[in-house]
């Protein structure tokens, strides 16, 4: 069975822009959430989508957006880009939301903002 | 909101040394806990898992934690280190809220070395 799959594995990018980032589930699996992961924060959830529903959402600002699509791919979007956006987006997928589940993570997304 | 600490941010040990590392939780509620783990060049993942039940859970290569709920203490322990069990390693709670959860909140990590 084929892994979570994010896409693209690294970008560069510069303030003020906005990124796009992809997710692909495990096949069978409903829900997606998206962490953020940087030196000093560690990791931080950001949201979790399940059945194209935003189910929980962490404490990040309104510029980070994403939602899932009716084959469960999800996608984030951060719009007018920091400096402190720069970090590891992780993705995580699992069958459900009932918190018990394993959730599987992805290889990440590399994002630096210059 | 719950927090996650892991006491330790650093461990180097030698093989066949017994290992702990600590994790405590702040949350009044009902909880899930996990510890993942990610491995040189690889993704995270789980470890093990406590939702109910026995407080002693077990997990894959050897591993094990206990659940202290007086504590609020979640505990990851091993008898005897491999060098191959160098990574880093994540305490992770979820708080349950209705009949789901919400998303994990995760320590700051635990990067241990095991020397051969």
């Known amino acids: 069975k084929a892994g979570v799959t994010q896409t693209p594995r690294y970008l560069i990018k510069t303030r003020g822009q906005q990124v796009t980032l992809s997710c692909s589930p495990i096949?069978?699996?409903?829900?997606v959430s998206w962490y953020q992961q940087t030196p000093g924060q560690g990791l931080q959830f950001l949201f979790e989508?399940?059945?194209?529903?935003?189910?929980n959402k962490g404490n990040f600002p309104g510029r980070f957006s994403g939602r899932q699509f009716s084959n469960s791919r999800s996608e984030m979007n951060v719009s007018t880009l920091e400096l402190g956006d720069s970090a590891l987006y992780l993705c995580a997928s699992s069958r459900g939301t009932s918190g018990r589940e394993t959730q599987y993570f992805g290889p990440g997304t590399r994002l630096l903002v210059l | 909101a719950q927090s996650v600490s892991q006491h330790n941010h650093h461990v180097i040990l030698s093989e066949a040394a017994s290992l702990e590392l600590g994790c405590n939780y702040s949350y009044g509620g009902t909880v899930n806990l996990f510890w993942y783990v990610q491995y040189p060049g690889q993704h995270l993942q789980l470890l093990l898992k406590?939702?109910?039940?026995?407080?002693l859970v077990k997990g894959i290569k050897g591993f094990e934690a206990e659940f202290i709920k007086s504590k609020f203490s979640f505990n990851l322990r091993k008898p005897s280190v491999q060098w191959s069990d160098t990574a880093e390693y994540f305490c992770a709670v979820n708080a349950r809220s209705g009949g789901g959860a919400d998303g994990l909140t995760f320590g700051k990590g635990t990067h241990l070395i095991i020397q051969p």
């Open positions: 989508y399940f059945s194209e529903t935003q189910r």
């Open positions: 406590y939702f109910s039940g026995d407080p």
């Open positions: 096949s069978g699996h409903r829900s």
